[in-house]
Each structure stands twice: as C-alpha cells, then as structure tokens.
C-alpha cells in the first residue's frame, strides 16, 4: 500500500530525488540546430528541467535537436515566474539562440505551466513565426481548479503569481481563449484522464472558427508529471513531431 502511495505521489508531481532535490543537472547540448528537427522543452509550474531528462534522451536517440531552458524562478531553480514575464523572456532568448545558431524554426513542448508559456509566446511575442508546433502536456487551457493549491503554497500570490494566472476564467486564460490561435501551427493536447493535478476537462481544446489545426489525445493511467517520461506519451508527441516535421518540409517544397 505504501507503495502504491510512493508511485502515485511520483507520477503525479514527480521523484522528489530526480527532480526537485537534484541541482541542474541535463547537459547543455549545443548541437541542436545541426539536426533537421529542433525541440524546444519548458518544464512546469514549481519543477525544474531535470523532469524532461527522458523526454531529451528519447528525442534525441530518434534524431531530434534538443533544447531547454532553465526558468528560475524561486531559489533560482524552480519554475515560479508569471506565465507573461516568462513568454517575453524566451521570446527575447530564442531570437539570440537563432542568431547564433542559425535556427529558423523549430517545434514546442510544453508540460503543465510550461504549455501555457509556450502558446502565450506563440500568440503574443511572436512565436508563430517561430515554432512549427505546439504540444501541450497536461497544460490548464481553461485553467486548472487545483491552482488554488499553488496560492495558498504561494502565500497567496507573494511569492508567484503562476497559480493566480491557471485559475479557470482568469484574465490570462481568458485572453488566450479569446485571441484566435495561428491556424498554421499544429496545436496538439495531451492528456490524461489520470491526471489530478490538471484534470483532463482543463486540458481538451476547444477551437473556435479558424482554429483549424487543433487536436486533442487522451491517455488513462498517467500521472501529471509521468506525462514527460511516459513511454505510450511519448510514442504519440513522437507521432506529432514527425507529421509536423512532414507538413512543413512539404510547405517548403
């Protein structure tokens, strides 16, 4: 039983061990734009970048650049900062990076919090110009009720204002839903409806006219954070990434 209790605990919010007592610990890899395919990874509300070790691992071995970024945040390791500050941030970062490197355009993945920057970025500071998709794993996209959790862990909103913009009908999520998310980009949801930290009803999209390239994948019996290391997950972003990957060459051709 307690066990039992251990595995859930650690598929819901992930290895106390591996991901939160760890220091940064996945090697920056400066190679990811000599690969045809380029993944950008942005790991969740209070996590670090340690959770997409096996996420990185497998992209690579499968022949994808890989890259992420370390958000801070509180201690200067966990991810703490409002969604806002942390899209114009990586906006700010990725063009240096593609300058430097010669990358054009690449592909998204983003789990819990981590999606909601990432489609922040896409439709307001210029990440459509940018990402050849979006994937979202147990991301809020009409906000999630167990933010209100993350308040109270957050004295209220002293410390962060994350869980303040997840809330369902905050004006954040509101200002997502309303803006018409760009038709050209894939935007794919996983998520599963084992998911207690991000139930599965927050995370299905629901496009408006326009919104043609959305689509939505339902797993059962994965956890919150075991979405990043999950193998079945992974099989689908895999799928996704390659008819991405496939749409966009034909674009070019």
């Keep these: 039983m307690a066990r039992s209790t251990t595995r859930i605990v650690r598929d819901q919010l992930g290895s106390i061990r591996r991901v939160y007592l760890r220091g940064n610990r996945i090697v920056r890899r400066d190679d990811f734009a000599r690969f045809n395919e380029s993944v950008l ?42 969604i806002r500050d942390l899209s114009a941030l990586i906006a700010d970062k990725i063009e240096g990076i593609c300058q430097r490197h010669g990358l054009d355009r690449f592909h998204i993945i983003g789990h819990s919090k981590g999606g909601m920057v990432a489609r922040h970025y896409v439709q307001h500071h210029g990440g459509d110009a940018r990402a050849k998709s979006l994937i979202t794993l147990g991301s809020p996209h009409h906000g999630t009720p167990t933010a209100a959790l993350g308040i109270g862990l957050m004295f209220g909103g002293l410390i962060s204002r994350s869980p303040l913009q997840m809330l369902p009908r905050s004006p954040l999520i509101r200002l997502l839903d309303r803006d018409t998310f760009p038709a050209g980009i894939p935007l794919i ?21 326009g919104e043609s390239s959305m689509k939505n994948l339902s797993v059962r019996g994965v956890g919150h954070t075991a979405l990043t290391y999950d193998p079945g997950v992974y099989k689908m972003v895999k799928q996704e990434l390659d008819l991405a990957s496939a749409l966009w060459r034909e674009r070019d051709r």
């Design 41 to 82: 990874l942005l790991h969740g509300f209070f996590q670090t970048r340690n959770v997409w070790e096996m996420m990185e691992d497998r992209l690579r071995h499968d022949g994808y650049g890989v890259f992420s970024f370390d958000l801070g945040g509180l201690l200067w390791r966990f991810n703490t900062r409002s």
């Design 189 to 209: 949801s996983v998520h599963s409806k084992h998911d207690l930290i991000c139930p599965w009803w927050c995370s299905v999209l629901r496009p408006k006219p």
